[in-house]
């Protein structure tokens, strides 16, 4: 079992930025990959960013250029750095860690509004 936990969400206005964590617990050798999806009111779950034990990165267009995602792998922890935030961005973030299984973390709120 892995257990993710996330923080950092909260209010920011248009152009702000924010850092989302991600701390793994528990069974976490063997972590393929770690990424953030999010999910927006009336919205399916979609992809961010993934980053894979070698650091390669993979990003969503529209968030490409405006966000980073990083991981310390001493500390199993994984970032996203959201620069030049918009309304549109406005989402529940969600962790994700890959170990044969894809676990999730319980998710952190993002609001971009004025």
């Known amino acids: 079992q892995v257990q993710l936990v996330e923080s950092g969400g909260g209010l920011v206005q248009p152009g702000g930025s924010l850092t989302l964590s991600c701390a793994a617990s528990?069974?976490?050798?063997?972590?393929?990959?770690m990424g953030w999806y999010r999910q927006a009111p009336g919205n399916e779950r979609e992809l961010v960013a993934i980053?894979?034990?070698?650091?390669?990165?993979n990003y969503a267009d529209s968030v490409k250029g405006r966000f980073t995602i990083s991981r310390d792998n001493a500390k199993n922890t994984v970032f996203l750095q959201m620069n030049s935030l918009k309304p549109e961005d406005t989402a529940v973030y969600f962790c994700?860690?890959?170990?044969?299984?894809?676990?999730w973390g319980q998710g952190t709120q993002v609001t971009v509004s004025s």
């Open positions: 994700n860690a890959i170990r044969i299984y894809i676990y």
């Open positions: 528990g069974s976490i050798s063997g972590i393929t990959s």
């Open positions: 980053i894979t034990t070698g650091g390669n990165t």
